[in-house]
């Protein structure tokens, strides 16, 4: 089955890829292509030959999928395709197995041109394509494009054609070639000569090419042959046909197979008052394009950009050959845009294009340039075959795909004509890059393989006396015999199927006769179609065996078919082979076959079935079954049934508005017909629907209206018969009061202003229309109240509206038709009556409370709200205290003088107006009490006490602050108990004589003159109890490591901690109780002290903390160390002399003064004087070697140790004395053993219990030696953390870090650090507790709850437990 092709592919699976030409504008090929092509099986894109030209074999391989594109097309007829030719060669690459030479000499014909058409009948219908050679004489190379069928090439000379034909059926491709026109120059000879592949021998040689290619394909079924065209004349290497250096090349910003999609510009519009017109220059000449673009309305610099070709852009392609200038004319505010071309070469020659933008304006202009070539001789030397332009050159892009095609006028060398072939086949290998660099040759790797090549070719098989033969032909089901002939029958002998070696079977059968070993291959598959080999020894013969597939065969015809509508159609073909490939076409189109279609295709063995479950009238004409080996055609006609009217149209009186619907009945069914009123095309809308189900035909008109009557008409499609039917509409009289707008349909007026109401009216005829008032008819005649009636509406007329004009009016309407009556109700309204006096209900600091009675008479019109107004008593200007209105009859005025008099005043408001104010009120002082007190909290709790505190009221009125009353209340009662019966100015106060375990509720007011304030009411109860509050340890940041003192220094360590009641605290040393002689202790409430005047060594040691509240306890380390100054090292020798250098060996010291050794300091000194020199400071080994010593003296050495207190007081001194002698002894090397530095893992400094504060990032350290590096894994609570954000590890010479962000008390347990090589593996654990958690007491004093204090210290247990 053809596989789908692939973006930006042709449908024979290659990549399609342009065309350059050289000296004039690129032609492109225009292949007339069938109405719908199918996709043709080619298989993938084979890689790039190593051959001089590969961008020909892109551009004829594109051709060529195109014209198979045609060939393959099974649904319309062959259709010629022309190919227009340039004015210079065309060479295309051959990708076919090995064959033998075909030579085509085409004469020149002395006649006028004719296109003679040769046809070569094999199934399916070939493709014609026609080439028109150029007008000058220039030699034609093609190169055919392997293709998966074979092809039949035929070159028609005029003035009769000349026919070679390679018989490879089934798929024909032919060729016509029409004769350039009369009087014709001498015609040049032309050559395709097919080589075979070198044998797989020289697949090593080929790497070594240095032209980037693909590497060779291994040998399968699916590997495409190959061929290669020797072109020893070519001047241009094939490096330089892909370079994007060149300004003539691809370029940068689009890939050859992108070439062809559709490139979006913004729309056209006139910007460019100068367009660069083409022109014509030599080779060598200069030229230049000049565009101008007008700036009068352009607030920016407009945008240009130069194209060669399609997508090539010219802006980065600047240099010697090309050059863009830009100027702008301040004074006639025009930009000029200049392209130049200096030293024109052949391939210049094309399109350009130049366009124009700026913002959403755009403007285009393409123009040619031609490049006219100089007479030169047609010779091209071996050695311009492989030169090559390298970047950075100043001839660098000079070369391209048409430079590489065309050598009509190549430059001819200035040296003398060296056959170079010669010299280098008779020279030695290590003359070749001597002779390369005489003569210019730069490609001396691509000269060496071909002449390698060459070599081979000449040298003559030793094992075969007849090899293969190139290429074998077999039909589908075959017999194949593949035979060589042995000079040497005693030989092994294998053979290759793709590289793969043939065993015999009953497929494969080997024979011997004589020298003579046979291959036989019986019933040829498609699958056989392969590359085979021999190999006799080191040497291997090939050849290509190519499985013909017979044509499909039609043995059944189909037959015609009439029938009518909504009928079963079946056509039925039967073939020549079972599981065949074939395609049904309507029409010569083929018919879709997809999940959504009507027509469904069914094969069964040889027979192939075409069904149309439901025919319509649209199925008439020819359908066809194709396949390969020919077509076979039916007519099926599908006509319409009898009509038959089941129920006609009836004729209907519809009253106005209502729906309409009209019905029928015809058989046959799904017959499809038209609606038409008075002769008039009915077509579906929102309001009218055309409904057609089986036989049935409806049409519904949802809302009638008079223009829907007359004559209706249905026509059945394809009938001329009709049903017919007349429609009246009915519309009695009705009044429209929705047209007035007006709520519950009331027309509002203000007194003394005129009015008129119109209400549209509707009937046929006309109506009659009363307007009446109660039983007081209204007529037309009236002087203040009238009513007049018109053809569409009726109205109502009161000139000076009063208060007397407002009830309902009534209307009443006649026709023949009927009765309709309508009533709307007038309403005169004016302002209303002032409201009454304010009444004042309360006082505050700054604001009162006023309310009032709304006025008696509203003015006929709902108030909609009050003004209030207020002024001072001794002032006489009111001032409004609300712009919104006070819908309301209270309002607060707000933002008064305490203790001055004020009076209020209020207005009333309706839709007609404001009215007059009320009398004001009676004046009152503003004087307030204070605010709430706030932040009121329990301090603390006992048995019988509970202590509050609280905060002042945040606003105090001018009256001031006189004190605080406290409340109290058992939960469930609302009996508040004062405790205090004097004020407390104090914030803070303990209620006594509360029963133990009652839960109370506590308030506090603030009282200054004005009264007591709204009272601070806790928000839970409390519970008369006393708190206990298990104990905490802080233990301060630097305690938690070692604390270290030198002797004689003091001591004082501070150690704070919490609990309730107040805890109990007790410290031990190693294990025993301290000794209060030695260390002071003193404990607080809050802290424990501990204190030591002068710190001696045995000091030294870890004390241990333990805080208890009854059954909680809570224990700390903490670590004192106590150093001193280190003791000497002990035996210090002197364990070799050589030379001026002395070999020093010692121990460390006996006492390290309580803290680790940190280096020695060695001294020296002369006998003769004993002055002691420092040799070197901090030295960490406990050996030595003093070089640099006077040949001659004797001399002594003393050490001291170092710890981090500083040396120690005395130091060790060697007994014996080292004496330098003179030079001349020999010094005996000691044998040295390597060292195995490989250990298991090895934790030098273990993780330490840290305390961390919550919300601060916390780090924990540790170092670790192995060798090899181990793998560090963390674990909090032996689960190794992974993965998460809140962890962050680091690993540096050995120290290991892990940063914990900002923890909280849930980030606290247990920290394990686990190192693993592969010796073993070490581990070390610390704990880790987060401070910053709530105690119960914090938790009280914020006022939560206590269930969900309960809650907390629950979860707070539960998460320490598991640590400890």
């Known amino acids: 089955m053809p596989e789908p092709t692939k973006k930006d592919e042709t449908p024979n699976g290659e990549k399609e890829q342009p065309v350059e030409t050289e000296g004039k504008d690129p032609q492109p090929i225009e292949v007339i292509k069938p109405v719908q092509p199918e996709p043709v099986e080619n298989g993938s894109k084979e890689p790039e030959p190593e051959a001089v030209v590969v961008r020909a074999k892109e551009q004829v391989e594109s051709v060529n999928s195109e014209v198979k594109e045609e060939a393959q097309s099974p649904c319309s007829p062959p259709l010629p395709a022309t190919v227009k030719e340039e004015a210079e060669p065309v060479v295309t690459e051959v990708n076919q197995p090995p064959e033998p030479v075909v030579t085509v000499v085409t004469p020149p014909p002395p006649p006028p041109p004719e296109r003679v058409v040769t046809d070569v009948t094999q199934p399916p219908e070939p493709v014609v394509t026609v080439v028109t050679p150029p007008p000058h004489p220039e030699p034609v190379v093609t190169e055919v494009t392997q293709l998966p069928e074979p092809v039949v090439t035929v070159v028609t000379p005029p003035p009769q054609p000349v026919v070679t034909e390679v018989t490879q059926p089934p798929e024909p491709v032919v060729t016509l070639v029409t004769p350039p026109p009369p009087p014709p120059p001498p015609e040049p000879v032309v050559t395709v000569q097919v080589t075979p592949p070198p044998p797989p021998a020289d697949k090593d040689d080929d790497a070594t090419t240095n032209t980037p290619s693909p590497p060779p394909p291994p040998e399968d079924a699916n590997t495409a042959k190959k061929l290669s065209i020797e072109l020893p004349n070519d001047?241009?290497?094939?490096?330089?046909?892909?370079?994007?250096?060149?300004?003539?090349?691809?370029?940068?910003?689009?890939?050859?197979?992108?070439?062809?999609?559709?490139?979006?510009?913004?729309?056209?519009?006139?910007?460019?008052?100068?367009?660069?017109?083409?022109?014509?220059?030599?080779?060598?000449?200069?030229?230049?394009?000049?565009?101008?673009?007008?700036?009068?309305?352009?607030?920016?610099?407009?945008?240009?950009?130069?194209?060669?070709?399609?997508?090539?852009?010219?802006?980065?392609?600047?240099?010697?050959?090309?050059?863009?200038?830009?100027?702008?004319?301040?004074?006639?505010?025009?930009?000029?845009?200049?392209?130049?071309?200096?030293?024109?070469?052949?391939?210049?020659?094309?399109?350009?294009?130049?366009?124009?933008?700026?913002?959403?304006?755009?403007?285009?202009?393409?123009?040619?340039?031609?490049?006219?070539?100089?007479?030169?001789?047609?010779?091209?030397?071996?050695?311009?075959?492989?030169?090559?332009?390298?970047?950075?050159?100043?001839?660098?892009?000079?070369?391209?795909?048409?430079?590489?095609?065309?050598?009509?006028?190549?430059?001819?060398?200035?040296?003398?004509?060296?056959?170079?072939?010669?010299?280098?086949?008779?020279?030695?290998?290590?003359?070749?890059?001597?002779?390369?660099?005489?003569?210019?040759?730069?490609?001396?790797?691509?000269?060496?393989?071909?002449?390698?090549?060459?070599?081979?070719?000449?040298?003559?098989?030793?094992?075969?006396?007849?090899?293969?033969?190139?290429?074998?032909?077999?039909?589908?089901?075959?017999k194949i015999r593949l035979m060589v002939d042995l000079a040497d029958p005693t030989v092994e002998l294998k053979w290759y199927k793709n590289g793969q070696e043939i065993r015999p079977t009953p497929k494969f059968i080997f024979e011997q006769k004589g020298t003579q070993r046979i291959l036989v291959i019986n019933n040829c598959g498609l699958n056989d179609d392969a590359a085979y080999s021999v190999a006799a020894g080191e040497e291997k013969c090939t050849t290509e065996l190519f499985v013909k597939e017979l044509p499909v065969k039609i043995t059944k015809e189909i037959e015609a078919v009439k029938t009518t509508v909504n009928e079963r159609i079946e056509l039925e073909c039967e073939v020549s082979e079972e599981g065949a490939q074939v395609k049904w076409c309507k029409n010569g189109v083929e018919v879709p076959t997809g999940p959504r279609s009507r027509y469904r295709v069914k094969s069964e063995g040889l027979k192939h079935w075409l069904i149309i479950d439901d025919a319509s009238k649209e199925d008439t004409g020819t359908f066809s079954l194709m396949a390969s080996g020919g077509t076979s055609e039916a007519k099926v006609q599908v006509e319409l049934k009898p009509l038959k009217i089941i129920q006609d149209l009836q004729d209907m009186t519809v009253l106005l508005g209502q729906p309409l619907k009209m019905h029928c009945e015809i058989f046959p069914g799904n017959v499809p017909g038209r609606w038409y009123r008075n002769g008039q095309l009915i077509q579906s809308n929102d309001r009218i629907n055309i409904l057609q189900r089986a036989?049935?035909?409806?049409?519904?008109?949802?809302?009638?209206?008079?223009?829907?009557?007359?004559?209706?008409?249905?026509?059945?499609?394809?009938?001329?018969?009709?049903?017919?039917?007349?429609?009246?509409?009915?519309?009695?009289?009705?009044?429209?009061?929705?047209?007035?707008?007006?709520?519950?349909?009331?027309?509002?007026?203000?007194?003394?202003?005129?009015?008129?109401?119109?209400?549209?009216?509707?009937?046929?005829?006309?109506?009659?229309?009363?307007?009446?008032?109660?039983?007081?008819?209204?007529?037309?005649?009236?002087?203040?109240?009238?009513?007049?009636?018109?053809?569409?509406?009726?109205?109502?007329?009161?000139?000076?509206?009063?208060?007397?004009?407002?009830?309902?009016?009534?209307?009443?309407?006649?026709?023949?038709?009927?009765?309709?009556?309508?009533?709307?109700?007038?309403?005169?309204?004016?302002?209303?009556?002032?409201?009454?006096?304010?009444?004042?209900?309360?006082?505050?600091?700054?604001?009162?409370?006023?309310?009032?009675?709304?006025?008696?008479?509203?003015?006929?019109?709902?108030?909609?709200?009050?003004?209030?107004?207020?002024?001072?008593?001794?002032?006489?200007?009111?001032?409004?205290?609300?712009?919104?209105?006070?819908?309301?009859?209270?309002?607060?005025?707000?933002?008064?003088?305490?203790?001055?008099?004020?009076?209020?005043?209020?207005?009333?408001?309706?839709?007609?107006?404001?009215?007059?104010?009320?009398?004001?009120?009676?004046?009152?002082?503003?004087?307030?009490?204070?605010?709430?007190?706030?932040?009121?909290?329990?301090?603390?709790?006992?048995?019988?006490?509970?202590?509050?505190?609280?905060?002042?009221?945040?606003?105090?009125?001018?009256?001031?602050?006189?004190?605080?009353?406290?409340?109290?209340?058992?939960?469930?009662?609302?009996?508040?108990?004062?405790?205090?019966?004097?004020?407390?100015?104090?914030?803070?106060?303990?209620?006594?004589?509360?029963?133990?375990?009652?839960?109370?509720?506590?308030?506090?007011?603030?009282?200054?003159?004005?009264?007591?304030?709204?009272?601070?009411?806790?928000?839970?109860?409390?519970?008369?109890?006393?708190?206990?509050?298990?104990?905490?340890?802080?233990?301060?940041?630097?305690?938690?490591?070692?604390?270290?003192?030198?002797?004689?220094?003091?001591?004082?360590?501070?150690?704070?901690?919490?609990?309730?009641?107040?805890?109990?605290?007790?410290?031990?040393?190693?294990?025993?109780?301290v000794d209060p002689t030695q260390v002071t202790i003193r404990n607080t409430d809050c802290d424990s002290i501990i204190f030591i005047r002068k710190a001696e060594r045995k000091h030294s040691g870890k004390y241990d903390m333990k805080v208890e509240v009854e059954n909680h306890v809570d224990t700390a380390i903490v670590d004192i160390q106590i150093v001193d100054l280190p003791g000497p090292p002990q035996c210090v020798k002197i364990d070799e002399v050589w030379g001026g250098n002395v070999a020093l060996d010692w121990t460390p010291p006996k006492d390290n003064g309580n803290a680790a050794i940190t280096g020695y300091t060695i001294q020296k000194a002369d006998k003769k004087t004993m002055e002691w020199y420092t040799c070197i400071e901090h030295y960490h080994r406990t050996c030595i070697t003093i070089t640099e010593l006077v040949v001659g003296n004797e001399y002594y050495f003393r050490i001291y140790s170092e710890n981090m207190v500083g040396l120690s007081e005395g130091a060790t001194q060697t007994k014996d004395s080292a004496l330098i002698v003179k030079e001349g002894m020999q010094l005996k090397n000691p044998e040295y053993i390597d060292h195995d530095f490989k250990e298991p893992p090895k934790f030098t400094q273990p993780l330490i219990n840290t305390f961390a504060i919550a919300g601060y990032n916390a780090t924990l350290n540790c170092s670790v030696r192995a060798n090899p590096r181990p793998k560090v894994i963390w674990m909090k609570n032996k689960i190794a953390i992974i993965d998460d954000p809140r962890y962050r590890m680091f690993s540096n010479q050995g120290v290991c870090t892990l940063e914990i962000r900002k923890p909280s008390p849930y980030d606290g347990g247990m920290y394990s650090c686990k190192a693993i090589n592969d010796l073993g593996d070490a581990l070390v654990e610390c704990k880790l507790e987060v401070k910053g958690g709530f105690t119960f007491s914090e938790l009280m004093q914020r006022g939560v709850p206590l269930h969900l204090i309960d809650k907390y210290m629950s979860e707070t247990k539960a998460v320490e437990q598991p640590e400890k």
């Open 235 to 478: 001047s241009v290497h094939v490096s330089a046909m892909g370079r994007k250096d060149s300004v003539w090349s691809l370029g940068e910003g689009q890939a050859p197979e992108d070439l062809d999609k559709p490139v979006d510009t913004p729309p056209l519009s006139s910007l460019l008052i100068e367009r660069p017109q083409g022109g014509s220059i030599t080779v060598g000449g200069d030229i230049s394009f000049v565009a101008k673009v007008e700036a009068q309305d352009l607030l920016r610099k407009p945008t240009i950009k130069w194209f060669k070709g399609k997508w090539m852009d010219l802006a980065s392609k600047t240099g010697k050959h090309l050059q863009l200038k830009e100027t702008f004319d301040r004074r006639t505010k025009i930009h000029t845009f200049e392209m130049h071309i200096i030293k024109a070469k052949d391939n210049y020659a094309g399109n350009y294009r130049c366009e124009v933008t700026y913002k959403d304006k755009f403007d285009s202009c393409s123009f040619d340039l031609e490049v006219k070539e100089l007479e030169q001789s047609q010779s091209v030397d071996i050695r311009s075959a492989f030169k090559r332009s390298s970047e950075g050159h100043e001839d660098a892009g000079d070369l391209d795909f048409s430079g590489l095609l065309k050598h009509r006028e190549p430059k001819q060398d200035e040296t003398p004509e060296v056959d170079v072939w010669e010299i280098l086949k008779s020279a030695r290998p290590d003359q070749y890059e001597k002779i390369a660099f005489e003569y210019g040759i730069t490609d001396l790797r691509g000269l060496l393989k071909r002449l390698k090549k060459t070599k081979k070719e000449e040298k003559k098989s030793e094992a075969f006396a007849k090899k293969l033969d190139p290429a074998y032909q077999a039909d589908k089901g075959g």
């Open 695 to 1073: 036989k049935n035909h409806r049409l519904e008109i949802v809302n009638s209206t008079i223009h829907d009557a007359g004559d209706y008409t249905f026509v059945p499609e394809g009938y001329s018969q009709s049903l017919c039917a007349k429609i009246h509409i009915v519309d009695p009289p009705r009044v429209h009061l929705e047209s007035l707008n007006f709520p519950d349909n009331t027309v509002t007026i203000v007194a003394g202003n005129k009015l008129r109401v119109e209400i549209p009216i509707s009937g046929e005829p006309a109506p009659r229309v009363v307007w009446m008032k109660g039983e007081r008819v209204i007529l037309d005649s009236g002087h203040r109240v009238r009513a007049e009636t018109f053809s569409d509406h009726t109205s109502l007329t009161i000139d000076i509206a009063e208060k007397e004009d407002t009830g309902n009016y009534k209307i009443v309407l006649q026709n023949e038709a009927g009765e309709a009556g309508a009533s709307v109700k007038v309403k005169v309204v004016d302002i209303p009556d002032p409201p009454e006096v304010p009444l004042v209900t309360e006082v505050g600091g700054d604001w009162c409370s006023m309310t009032w009675e709304p006025p008696i008479y509203d003015g006929g019109s709902p108030i909609l709200g009050y003004f209030i107004e207020r002024k001072k008593k001794q002032s006489s200007r009111w001032m409004r205290l609300n712009f919104d209105l006070n819908k309301e009859t209270t309002f607060e005025p707000k933002k008064m003088i305490e203790g001055v008099p004020y009076e209020v005043r209020v207005f009333a408001v309706n839709a007609i107006g404001v009215s007059k104010p009320s009398e004001p009120s009676k004046a009152f002082v503003p004087l307030a009490v204070t605010s709430e007190p706030t932040m009121l909290v329990v301090d603390d709790v006992t048995d019988t006490t509970v202590t509050m505190k609280w905060r002042p009221p945040d606003t105090i009125g001018a009256a001031g602050l006189d004190g605080y009353l406290v409340e109290y209340c058992i939960e469930g009662t609302d009996d508040w108990r004062v405790t205090n019966k004097e004020l407390t100015e104090k914030t803070k106060y303990t209620i006594t004589g509360l029963p133990p375990e009652a839960k109370i509720l506590v308030r506090v007011r603030a009282i200054n003159a004005a009264g007591a304030s709204t009272p601070r009411t806790l928000q839970h109860s409390i519970l008369v109890k006393e708190v206990i509050e298990p104990p905490k340890i802080r233990i301060p940041r630097h305690l938690k490591q070692t604390y270290t003192r030198k002797v004689g220094e003091a001591v004082n360590l501070v150690i704070p901690f919490m609990g309730k009641p107040r805890p109990k605290v007790s410290w031990l040393k190693e294990g025993e109780t």
